[in-house]
């Protein structure tokens, strides 16, 4: 975590990102920048856009306007034999770890295709010697190099997905839920290794998740999503302490907290679901269901303004708004 | 008293390719009546596969031996056709994913109304209203426009609740939820964990809530179990367990999940080694290859759930952590 942020030029600049499906937007209006080396972790409930943006920045879906600037270059705008070239500094883990993994290659197949891709240059022995030592990297060992995916645990298959998005040292990864599917005791496992191989590379992340706590863990700044717009930007200090949507802040009271005592907490804490399921078309998308809602809220849709210094939030309340009462430790 | 359920030395095991694999190892468990009862455990730990049993929904290639009895009823011993006596109606189940557990091509109301039909003998008129106020009580907004809607045209907390309101239909004295959040937004989640905590109140069923997630069970259980490897490791109520987890696995997990409620920590706390895969054995306690507290005795003898201090407290580990 304490990799060197370069705050002068950002590794990628997100500007008026779209996605839209048929008719059905996913994301709108999505901007923002990531340093080198930064870990941005991105939150929101399912339907709200989270992987789609991964998919759009990496350009596995098509975005419909806006620019995604790498390093100077904008992807969107790249023709694919550029496209290719710049991808060797891209890379994705996927939510399912199984599913991401070709069921007829080798491990050892799977981890060098990146190699045999970008570095034709190498032989095979080089190859399979940077394969065996990134395989010992990620915690598993160099004689399972030609075992295939079935053969291993949920846990051992996200670690390979991980060693073959990390052996060309890229300098952004990211991470779409991947320790989601897997259980509490190797979710530990995963996000400290994805945390060793940020220091070791200077890698910057994207890292999705549903579990804040997860998230709190491992990021410098979150974002927290909304009906396919960013409704929050903030360090994460200063969004678990004192979050300014309310989206957020019923985002953060509904995280149920491992002890019994805090039963009442929990139960008083939880917004209405939405009681009809038409879209919204205007004003905020989540008037619905905010306890804070007025008549300016069903009209314009709120802009991401700068609360504090380097907080941003899209609610036209932001700057009236009681501070919640979660401070910095929830329920002790 | 006895209690609703009991559950005597009941194990399951599967057969593939001609071996047969332990999921569920005598496992002994009460459920009394009013009672809500947490049952932790990772995946592959049995949790799902001992309520499988008890709802007679194991798979073809599975087999379960000991005894079940809810209600005076010996349900490994009772064809299907008896065993719907109960099942549906005095003994319901809520799964974990709300999509694939309604039929998608029928109506809500229809879904509905049909339990009620077959389990309680009303006619579709009678049952359709019954339907209607079961959406008011599991706080489904306008119900009526929802009668006549698919799965499909609901989101995943609204079919959850259907499925709650489904499971609560004929008055049973039994539910079994299993895993009923792990599918939904944590904000959702919350919403579904508050609408269980009403139900029990307001109708006084007894509750088994199947969950790998120990967070989702505190808020709920009176009393917790926790699997490990097929096996009950761990009982106590859930104050207790909380307070001081006697088996070394628990006491592991506890300290994995991450939680907001305790300081940011630079590396997240982790349970060395992996988890043990269904069919695995060994001569002593499962735990061992992962515990730091294993001794010689450990890896040759296994050690029974015995109790220890207080009443509802039971431990299978040579070495409990003290208090």
């Not at chain 1, 340093?35 to 856009?49: I, M, N, R, Y």
């Not at chain 1, 981890?111 to 190498?122: D, K, S, T, V």
């Not at chain 1, 990297?137 to 190099?145: K, P, S, Y």
């Not at chain 2, 003994?91 to 974990?96: A, E």
Request: include cysteine.
């Amino acid at each position: 975590m304490n990799a060197v942020i370069s705050v002068s030029n950002p590794l990628l600049r997100i500007t008026d990102l779209r996605v839209d499906f048929g008719s059905h937007t996913a994301l709108r209006d999505v901007s923002f920048d990531l340093f080198a080396g930064e870990t941005l972790g991105l939150v929101g409930e399912s339907g709200s856009g989270k992987s789609t943006l991964a998919r759009a920045i990496l350009r596995l879906v098509r975005s419909s306007h806006g620019s995604v600037v790498w390093r100077g270059r904008d992807l969107l705008s790249c023709d694919s034999r550029e496209l290719r070239a710049l991808r060797r500094d891209l890379q994705i883990v996927f939510q399912d770890p199984l599913a991401s993994l070709n069921p007829r290659m080798t491990v050892g197949e799977a981890i060098a295709e990146p190699l045999c891709i970008f570095e034709g240059a190498l032989n095979a022995r080089e190859r399979t010697g940077r394969v065996a030592a990134m395989l010992e990297r990620v915690g598993l060992t160099a004689h399972m190099i030609s075992r295939f995916p079935h053969e291993f645990s949920g846990g051992q298959c996200q670690r390979i997905g991980i060693a073959r998005a990390m052996i060309l040292s890229p300098k952004l990864l990211v991470c779409d839920e991947p320790v989601s599917s897997l259980d509490v005791s190797i979710q530990g496992q995963i996000v400290n290794l994805l945390l060793d191989l940020q220091r070791d590379v200077g890698t910057a992340m994207i890292f999705i998740s549903h579990n804040l706590a997860v998230v709190r863990h491992l990021s410098h700044r979150i974002l927290v999503m909304y009906a396919g717009r960013l409704v929050e930007i903030a360090p994460r200090d200063a969004l678990f302490a004192a979050p300014i949507h309310p989206y957020s802040r019923a985002l953060l009271a509904a995280v149920p907290s491992p002890t019994p005592v805090s039963r009442t907490v929990q139960a008083s804490a939880a917004p209405v679901e939405a009681s009809s399921s038409q879209p919204v078309t205007t004003g905020c998308a989540f008037r619905g269901r905010c306890a804070y809602a007025v008549a300016v809220c069903a009209i314009t849709i709120p802009p991401l303004e700068e609360m504090t210094p380097g907080h941003w939030a899209a609610c036209h309340r932001g700057r009236e708004l009681p501070a919640s009462g979660l401070g910095t430790f929830r329920g002790c | 008293m006895t209690p609703l359920l009991s559950i005597e030395e009941v194990s399951v095991s599967f057969s593939q390719h001609k071996r047969s694999i332990a999921a569920v190892r005598q496992v002994s468990l009460a459920v009394a009546a009013r009672e809500c009862v947490g049952i932790v455990g990772e995946s592959g730990s049995g949790k799902t596969q001992v309520f499988m049993a008890v709802m007679g929904l194991l798979a073809a290639n599975a087999r379960a031996d000991g005894s079940v009895r809810f209600e005076g009823h010996d349900i490994l011993a009772t064809a299907p056709e008896h065993l719907n006596r109960v099942r549906g109606s005095k003994l319901t189940m809520i799964f974990q994913d709300p999509m694939t557990s309604l039929t998608p091509h029928l109506k809500i109301g229809t879904q509905l109304a049909e339990v009620l039909v077959c389990h309680a003998g009303k006619s579709w008129s009678e049952a359709r209203i019954a339907a209607r106020r079961m959406l008011e009580r599991v706080r489904v907004p306008e119900p009526i426009r929802r009668l006549n809607q698919y799965p499909h045209e609901l989101s995943g907390g609204l079919r959850q609740r259907v499925m709650i309101g489904m499971s609560l239909l004929c008055d049973p004295m039994l539910v079994i939820a299993d895993e009923p959040t792990t599918a939904l937004d944590v904000t959702v989640q919350a919403q579904i964990i508050e609408l269980l905590r009403a139900m029990r109140e307001e109708v006084g069923t007894a509750l088994v809530l199947i969950s790998h997630d120990l967070a989702v069970v505190a808020g709920l259980a009176d009393r917790i179990l926790v699997m490990y490897a097929g096996r009950i490791v761990e009982s106590a109520t859930a104050v207790e367990l909380f307070r001081h987890a006697q088996h070394p696995y628990t006491a592991e997990l506890l300290k994995c999940i991450p939680s907001l409620s305790s300081p940011r920590l630079e590396r997240l706390p982790t349970l060395a080694g992996q988890p043990p895969q269904p069919g695995d054995s060994l001569p002593g306690c499962m735990f061992a290859p992962r515990c730091s507290r294993a001794a010689e005795r450990c890896r040759v003898e296994r050690p029974l759930l015995a109790p220890t201090v207080g009443i509802a407290r039971h431990v299978a580990c040579h070495y409990p952590l003290p208090p």
